[in-house]
């Protein structure tokens, strides 16, 4: 079945660690994203890749980073700089580039800083 | 700076009546408008879309309304399902360059 995998699906980490969030797709599409969703917001945009080896900061890209080497994965990281990271993290991706294509998601990630 | 609001939280609703979930824009840009279900513990599914240059999508039991004067946005679902139970999320684009999401709105459906 094709899908978008994140995993793992809970994580827990002590304040002052970096900590990598995955992201695996075999939908074969181009362009990957990463969403933040915090309590009472929507859904925010923290990087994005639209082909491999080259990403894009999105609006909350401060104390994270990706990286794009192949096509089916775009791992987030998210280091210590990142003053509030405890969220739910979704992953989706997009056949083409463009936003307005349909996006698939990730179950999510839900990161917890003990 | 919110620029896609949903100002209902949640909304109930009985099993067969229908169910209207609304969203309002700020930004007279946007020209594409999604909207995305989610239930508990998986990721967002498209559900719905519309473009600027329409004022209505329908497709089953969904149909979308825009009303661009009042940057205005509602998804209609006739009739509403429990199956249907879930968050939904508009999300709105403008040229296809970055898609901002609103907060969601919580439905339940009750027998």
């Known amino acids: 079945d094709g899908g978008i995998t994140q995993s793992p699906k809970y994580l827990f980490r002590k304040e002052g660690q970096n900590v990598t969030l995955s992201c695996e797709q075999n939908?074969?599409?181009?362009?990957m994203y990463w969403y933040r969703q915090d309590p009472g917001q929507g859904l925010r945009l923290i990087y994005y890749s639209q082909i491999v080896n080259d990403f894009q900061k999105g609006d909350i890209a401060e104390g994270y980073s990706v990286s794009r080497e192949k096509k089916e994965s775009f791992p987030l990281t998210v280091t210590s700089a990142q003053k509030n990271p405890t969220a739910f993290y979704l992953c989706a991706s997009t056949k083409g580039g463009r936003y307005t294509d349909t996006q698939y998601f990730g179950p999510g990630t839900r990161l917890t800083v003990l | 700076d919110q620029q896609v609001k949903q100002n209902s939280p949640s909304l109930s609703v009985q099993e067969g009546r229908i169910s209207i979930l609304n969203c309002d824009y700020t930004?007279?840009?946007?020209?594409?408008f999604l909207w995305y279900k989610k239930y508990p513990a998986e990721g967002p599914t498209f559900l719905i879309s519309i473009s600027s240059i329409k004022d209505k999508n329908e497709d089953g039991r969904f149909t979308v309304f825009l009303n661009k004067s009042a940057k205005h946005l509602s998804l209609h679902i006739v009739p509403s399902q429990p199956g249907d139970s879930a968050v939904y999320f508009c999300a709105a684009s403008p040229n296809t360059d970055k898609l901002i999401f609103g907060t969601g709105t919580r439905l339940q459906v009750f027998p």
């Open positions: 930004n007279s840009m946007f020209d594409y």
């Open positions: 939908l074969n599409h181009d362009a």
